[in-house]
């Protein structure tokens, strides 16, 4: 009999993992503080787990991003707004007829693993219950990290994570205002509130400068233009892509900004059309990183000061989970090794899906890692012993982040063709293997 399985979350990546377990034939249940699907990806959320801004459009192209099983409507435009995401996750969901399976409003208070195996999940409304296997799917874009600068601001500050638009949660019309970082997120929201016919005077501080690449090359999505593959060193592929970026002029320090501490892939990238236009047009006006907060001045590293009315924070997210005892399992720093960002070493009846920074997709991703965790369920896929899955940790962190910043924000980057290949042309068959052996009793 395949074991029971309670999954945390009704995101995209609880979604395709309840999908795939359906596929597999996997009982289970998914357990969501909301009351609709979608996670991220549902504006407004009241769970306040989205981070949607209104005029959200991805920056990874509809081919790109896809679930491979189910297409994104040709109608669609390349980079579809938040709104059309979230009805095409419910079309997924109806498709499969996956909601019956959803306890919609009944989040998981507490999940405690037995010492027997197995887990007693608390959920919501006060029930518990037990399962024989957990999935993790709670995302890791809904804790919003502050940074630590000396001082104090006097004015309005809110993180980006609330940042709805140029009238919510904060009135921006005439303000003075400071966004600091330089991620996607960042790009978008400097970009909107610097409109001239908001009125504002708008302010870019980053503290390691970034590339900024743009969403189209030679008219196509330029994602549908980069392809690593498995057949030739990474860094060599790396050092290609650099050289290639006098092209796209994507070097920020081009715009004002501070040149980047970093080489092109050892950090994200930020995806954005419009802001070099911004910059260069003296809408945004660029800044290095802040030194210390006194009221309502903000000094930077360049000896420069300036007085904000409201500081947008966009500097990231906490790998957090409030289900678990802190002395369980935490993230610091959001450092979280996982084999194949997946397992604990050691803790066979828990798989977490979705906690990694996939480049340049995210949604056939999760299927890679939904397709592993169905195959284990069901024992048609078994977990190396836990020295080989220690060991493996360690180069697949070399392999993927060993290049990269030192950073919060950087400790879950891997490659997704890189990472879908090793999965299904590598592991899943080694994975059956090792079931068989196990099996016949070698």
């Known amino acids: 009999m395949n074991p029971t399985t309670a999954i945390i979350g009704a995101g995209i990546s609880g979604l395709t993992t309840g999908k795939m377990l359906t596929d597999y034939g996997v009982p289970y249940t998914c357990f969501e503080s909301s009351d609709r699907i979608g996670g991220n990806w549902a504006f407004g959320n009241p769970n306040g787990h989205s981070s949607a801004y209104r005029s959200l459009h991805i920056d990874t192209s509809k081919e790109r991003l896809s679930f491979r099983d189910f297409p994104m409507p040709d109608s669609y435009p390349d980079f579809p707004h938040h709104t059309q995401i979230k009805d095409y996750l419910e079309s997924y969901a109806e498709a499969f007829d996956l909601k019956p399976r959803i306890e919609f409003e009944n989040g998981v208070a507490r999940a405690t693993r037995l010492e027997s195996g197995g887990w007693e999940i608390l959920d919501q409304a006060g029930d518990t219950r037990r399962f024989d296997h957990l999935v993790v799917a709670n995302g890791h874009h809904w804790d919003p990290r502050f940074p630590d600068f000396p001082g104090e601001f006097t004015g309005v500050a809110i993180h980006s994570h609330h940042y709805i638009d140029p009238r919510t949660p904060v009135d921006f019309f005439g303000k003075r205002i400071l966004v600091v970082g330089l991620g996607n997120s960042a790009a978008d929201i400097a970009v909107e509130l610097s409109s001239k016919s908001l009125q504002t005077k708008v302010t870019l501080s980053t503290r390691s400068g970034a590339w900024i690449v743009p969403k189209y090359v030679y008219g196509k999505p330029a994602d549908t233009m980069y392809r690593t593959t498995p057949y030739l060193p990474l860094a060599w592929q790396r050092k290609i892509m650099q050289k290639a970026q006098f092209m796209n002029g994507s070097n920020g320090a081009l715009y004002g900004l ?77 450092h979280f090794p996982l084999f194949k960002r997946m397992y604990k070493p050691g803790i066979d009846d828990l798989t977490f899906i979705g906690f990694a920074q996939s480049t340049p997709t995210l949604f056939p991703f999760v299927e890679s890692q939904a397709r592993l965790a169905a195959a284990h369920l069901v024992g048609a896929y078994a977990l190396p012993p836990i020295a080989d899955m220690e060991r493996v940790i360690k180069e697949d962190e070399a392999k993927y982040v060993g290049h990269v910043l030192k950073t919060p924000r950087h400790t879950q980057q891997v490659d997704y063709f890189i990472y879908e290949h090793d999965i299904r042309a590598r592991e899943i068959p080694a994975g059956r293997q090792r079931a068989v052996a196990r099996a016949a009793g070698r």
Do not use: M
Not at 270 to 275: G, H, I, N
Not at 318 to 324: L, Q
């Open 258 to 334: 501070p040149e980047p501490n970093h080489k092109f892939f050892e950090a994200h990238p930020t995806q954005s059309v419009e802001l070099p236009l911004r910059l260069g047009s003296g809408d945004v006006t660029p800044k290095p990183n802040i030194t210390r907060l006194g009221g309502e001045t903000v000094h930077f590293d360049d000896g420069t000061s300036d007085d904000f009315d409201v500081i947008v924070w966009a500097t990231g997210y906490n790998i957090t989970f409030p289900f678990f005892e802190p002395d369980f399992l935490s993230a610091p720093d959001n």
